[in-house]
């Protein structure tokens, strides 16, 4: 079983940064694949990012290409993700996933990850 917990969280301005944490429990992380999934206010939770076991493989959503980025430490059994130049509509609770199945590639459908987080609140205010 795997336990995962965020933590970075918070409120910043537009254009602002934040690094948000996932820790994990269990000894199974460093063969886990790792994704970051966001839900705002009303809206359904949508995939962010998402990094392979071995962190050779990465994907993100259109929506945040080329300002979020993804990483892992499997010595620190931790998945971070990187937020820069943020948006208002980037505000939402951010939950980490963990995925077992060890695929090659970084996955990005709800329903292929295994475990959740509770999530930390990211507000981006304008």
């Known amino acids: 079983q795997v336990q995962l917990v965020e933590s970075g969280g918070g409120l910043v301005q537009a254009g602002g940064s934040l690094r948000l944490s996932c820790a994990a429990s269990?000894?199974?992380?460093?063969?886990?694949?790792m994704g970051w999934f966001r839900q705002a206010t009303g809206k359904e939770r949508e995939f962010v990012a998402g990094?392979?076991?071995?962190?050779?493989?990465?994907y993100y959503a259109d929506s945040v290409k080329g300002r979020f980025t993804i990483s892992r430490d499997n010595a620190k059994n931790t998945v971070y993700l990187q937020l820069n130049s943020l948006k208002p509509e980037d505000t939402a609770v951010y939950y980490c996933?963990?995925?077992?199945?060890?695929?090659?590639?970084?996955?990005?459908?709800?329903?292929?990850?295994?475990?959740w987080g509770q999530g930390t609140q990211v507000t981006v205010s304008s």
């Open positions: 996933a963990a995925d077992l199945s060890r695929a090659a590639v970084a996955r990005s459908r709800e329903n292929e990850y295994d475990y």
């Open positions: 269990g000894r199974i992380f460093s063969r886990c694949g």
């Open positions: 990094i392979n076991w071995s962190g050779g493989s990465t």
